[in-house]
C-alpha cells in the first residue's frame, strides 16, 4: 500500500518517523509515496525530507476550503495513495478525502477516546485537561477518521498510567511511548487489509481476503 502521511504545522514528527521506521523493519507492509504538510518551515517535514522522504505543501489558511480539497486529492491521486496516516495533523479533514479513503485513513490521538478529544484537544491541552480532571489512566487511541474530531471507529488502544506528580510534559512523554508502537501497528493491520468495520466495531482478522 502506497501512504500519505499528514503532519502538523508544529508537529516534531515523531510518529512519522515511528511509522517510516515500522516500514524500513517491514513491520509495515507499505511505503511511505508522499509527507503532506501545510506549512513549508514545519519541523516534520524537515525531518521527512531529511529522511529523503518524498514532501508536499498544500497550503490551508487563507484560501476557499474546496480549493485546499481539491489540491489535497490531486496529490493523493498524483501518488496513487491508498491509505493515509494522520501523525499530529490538527485540522479536520476535508469530506472530499474522507470520503475517497473510506476506512483507509488512520489517526493517532494522545488520550483514550472518547475522554479529552475534540475540537482544540491537542497536544498539551489533552495532558493538562486529563490531569485538571484527577484521572487515574490515561494513553493513546488509533482509530479509523470519519468526518469530524476524534470520533472515528477505534482501532488499538493502550494505556498509561496517572501520576500524582505528573505534569502536562510528563504525562505526554509517557503517553508519547506507548502512541509509537500503537501508530505501527494500527497502520500495518490497515496495510495489511486486515480490518473490518462494523458499524463503530473495528474487527482485526487473520485472514486479508476472509
Ligand atoms: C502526538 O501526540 C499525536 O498523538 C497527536 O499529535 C502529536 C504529534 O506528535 N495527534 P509528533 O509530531 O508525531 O511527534
Redesign the pocket.
Known amino acids: 500500500m502506497k501512504l500519505a502521511v499528514f ?2 504545522a508544529k ?6 518517523m ?1 511509522v517510516h521506521a515500522g516500514i524500513q523493519s517491514g513491520d509495515i507492509p507499505a511505503v511511505i509515496a508522499v509527507v503532506v504538510g501545510t506549512d513549508e518551515s514545519a519541523p ?1 517535514l524537515e525531518r521527512a525530507r531529511d529522511a529523503g522522504l518524498e514532501t508536499g505543501v498544500v497550503r490551508a489558511k487563507g484560501r476557499p476550503d474546496d480549493a485546499y480539497a481539491d489540491e489535497l486529492v490531486s496529490v493523493l491521486r498524483q501518488h496513487e495513495v491508498g491509505g493515509i496516516v ?5 485540522r479536520r479533514l476535508p469530506d472530499a478525502v474522507v470520503d475517497n479513503w473510506k476506512h483507509k485513513i488512520v ?4 488520550a483514550l477516546l472518547p475522554s479529552f478529544g475534540g475540537k482544540g484537544m ?2 498539551q491541552h ?1 495532558h493538562a485537561a486529563v490531569l485538571a480532571y484527577g484521572a487515574k489512566v490515561s494513553g ?1 487511541t488509533a482509530h479509523l477518521v470519519d468526518n469530524d474530531y476524534d470520533t472515528g471507529p477505534v482501532v488499538l488502544q493502550r494505556c498509561v498510567p496517572v501520576l500524582d506528580n505528573d505534569t502536562p510534559e510528563t504525562l ?1 512523554a509517557r ?2 511511548s506507548v ?1 509509537h508502537p500503537t501508530l505501527v501497528e494500527a497502520v500495518a493491520l490497515m496495510a495489511a487489509g486486515r480490518l473490518r468495520v462494523d458499524g463503530r466495531l473495528v474487527r482485526i482478522v487473520d485472514n486479508p481476503d476472509s
Open positions: 503532519v502538523g508537529g516534531r514528527g515523531s510518529n512519522l515511528a516534520a494522520l501523525a499530529g495533523y490538527l489517526n493517532i490521538h494522545p491537542y497536544g489533552v493513546c505526554s503517553v508519547l502512541e
